[in-house]
């Protein structure tokens, strides 16, 4: 008769204080609890136990204390086929294996070895509408590891600890469904993130090369002179700097992470960091949950802060679970969770704080992991932050983002550039917060597009002139090295349908052409050529000209033919007016810049 699972009395095997055993189980279905191991004023200890099915109940393995003085440790259990029916109690959650402790028994479990278990516990459906998860750890203590583990029709958790268990490895060999996004462990009320996953399925290759996510290998190489929030401030490449105490205090993530701070000092080979002041790297936490701190130095405090996705600070009410250690909420105004020890902490003479892992909150979308000093001469050498394989977030800095980087850019628009005389200059000041003296300053001028006609020089836009200037390594415009104008001329020309008909007397050839206004347009085009890095400051535009100077010179040697050729033209002002311009522009072209070398091989 199938249990309902209301009564945890409902036992089907009940073995007791075992000592140097080996225990053999085929078979125990549809009870509340299929096979339950007491400590009972004494315990179970160094035992190996084999099953076969455990079919049909709540719970199909529960190791237990009842007693104070009651233990369970040093257990090893093979195979077990852990599953349900799925018409069995569809409603109610199930589990395969628990760990637990009556009220006041002993909780410090210790050293369980499962090799092969399979669960098939019967989820109710995908997503999932009960609870199907294979093991329930509901105590403290050290040291599971399951291996083999095979997960089919469960929740997308291989364990839930609800308390202080540490050390304990699940490596999963199937999932079905969900692959190796299926099984993770689930924290609900733990004080300790010590479950680690080991996916197999469709993920063996990568699980052997944990990710580095960012790294500070030498942390005083990486620090600069920072005045954006305090005039004697000091940032870090990629890092943000948090404050014990800021004004306010602030909401979001911008407002908690400063570019830079006062009160850390700078040493040869390390950063000396007070006890109000941390360094961490802000990460895209929305897929990836878990990453592990790598530190060297002393004092080291490890510190997280958590953010929503809409960039608000988290409280209290989204804890930050640490892998050996328990966290601290300080709450306002610096909402710091750090680790109850310093990572360089000492016990019993052994550094065993060192290796953290941060488990972050479900809510969490950004989070600010790193380190605070512990005391006034904390120092820090380097810090690196992991995750796993499986996942790439990104790390958050520079760009849109006041911290990491000390780069700053600023716009301003209000230049109207002066006529200028021929070799004149013309400067303005744009203002830049943050800029010292010795900074590297780079400066573009570009004419806005709305304003076609305020070009970057003084001449109009009908008397277009050659400007440019040779730089180091490129072109650019400078109105201080811009090449003196030609005056500007107006020109007319008869239609092409009333063409000049004309005749060159010495070759006594017929021509019939529009000989005026072929000139003008050779000039138009020649213009075009000369004028085009003043409409439009562009490195290639600049570049593209350059390459064509050849060609406006062997333009204007073709308006002269032209010219030649209507020697007999009938319209004397006209040629006039011709000879007039190409005698201007032969004027101008001794000024115009020749062509740079750019040292090349070839051409």
Not at 235 to 262: E, H, I, K, R, Y
Not at 295 to 322: H, I, K, Y
Not at 567 to 582: H, K, N, P, R, S
Request: charged share 20%.
């Amino acid at each position: 008769m199938q249990s309902d699972w209301s009564d945890e009395g409902d036992v089907g095997i009940l073995i007791r204080n075992i000592d140097a055993s080996i225990v053999d189980i085929r078979r125990a279905e549809r009870f509340t609890i299929g096979v339950q191991l007491q400590g009972d004023a004494r315990g179970c200890e160094d035992s190996d136990l084999r099953y076969g099915r455990l079919i049909d109940n709540r719970i199909g393995l529960d190791l237990r204390t009842l007693t104070a003085s009651g233990w369970m440790n040093s257990l090893r259990h093979q195979g077990g086929h852990f599953a349900c029916s799925s018409a069995t109690n569809p409603t109610q959650p199930r589990f395969g294996v628990r760990l637990s402790a009556a009220a006041g028994a002993y909780r410090l479990h210790n050293t369980h070895l499962f090799n092969g278990p399979a669960f098939e516990l019967q989820r109710q459906g995908t997503p999932g509408a009960v609870d199907a998860i294979p093991f329930l750890v509901e105590v403290d203590g050290r040291c599971l590891i399951a291996t083999g583990v095979r997960m089919e029709a469960c929740s997308p958790h291989v364990a839930r600890h609800t308390g202080g268990f540490s050390d304990a490895r699940y490596e999963v060999s199937y999932v079905g469904t969900y692959g190796f996004l299926g099984c993770s462990v689930q924290y609900q009320g733990a004080s300790r993130a010590g479950g680690t996953v080991v996916p197999m399925h469709q993920a063996t290759a990568a699980i052997a090369a944990p990710r580095l996510v960012a790294g500070a290998e030498n942390l005083r190489t990486l620090a600069f002179r920072q005045s954006i929030s305090v005039a004697d401030g000091v940032g870090f490449d990629q890092l943000a700097v948090l404050s014990g105490n800021p004004a306010g205090p602030p909401s979001t993530l911008n407002g908690f992470c400063f570019p830079g701070l006062n009160a850390f000092t700078l040493n040869a080979d390390d950063v000396t960091i007070p006890t109000s002041r941390g360094l961490a790297y802000v990460v895209d936490c929305s897929q990836c949950k878990e990453f592990f701190i790598a530190a060297e130095g002393s004092g080291m405090r490890p510190v997280v802060m958590q953010f929503d996705g809409a960039e608000n600070v988290l409280g209290t009410g989204s804890p930050v679970l640490f892998s050996n250690m328990n966290a601290v909420m300080q709450g306002a105004p610096s909402y710091w969770w750090e680790g109850n020890a310093d990572l360089d902490s000492l016990t019993g003479g052994l550094a065993l704080n060192r290796l953290q892992r941060v488990t972050l909150s479900a809510e969490a979308q950004y989070a600010a992991i790193g380190i605070r000093g512990s005391s006034a001469g904390a120092v820090l050498r380097s810090l690196r932050l992991y995750t796993s394989a499986l996942h790439a977030p990104r790390v958050l800095f520079g760009g849109s983002r006041a911290w990491g980087k000390r780069e700053y850019t600023v716009s301003d628009g209000g230049w109207t550039i002066p006529a200028l005389a021929a070799g004149a200059t013309a400067t303005y000041d744009v203002t830049l917060p943050g800029v010292r003296q010795g900074d590297f300053v780079r400066a573009g001028f570009a004419r806005r597009p709305a304003s076609r006609t305020a070009a970057s020089s003084s001449t109009p836009r009908s008397a277009a002139r050659p400007a440019a200037t040779k730089c180091a390594s490129r072109r650019r415009m400078s109105a201080a090295d811009q090449s003196p104008s030609a005056p500007a001329r107006s020109m007319s020309a008869p239609s092409s349908r009333g063409s000049e008909r004309t005749m060159a007397t010495k070759r006594k050839l017929r021509i019939e052409a529009d000989f005026a206004g072929a000139v003008a347009l050779v000039l138009a085009d020649y213009r075009r050529f000369v004028g085009l890095c003043v409409e439009e400051p562009d490195e290639a535009v600049v570049k593209a000209f350059a390459s064509r100077h050849t060609a406006g010179r062997t333009a204007l040697a073709h308006a002269d033919q032209l010219l030649k050729l209507a020697a007999d033209a009938g319209c004397e002002a006209q040629q006039q007016a011709i000879t007039e311009v190409l005698a201007e522009w032969r004027r101008i072209m001794p000024q115009l810049p020749e062509e740079e070398n750019d040292g090349g091989a070839g051409g």
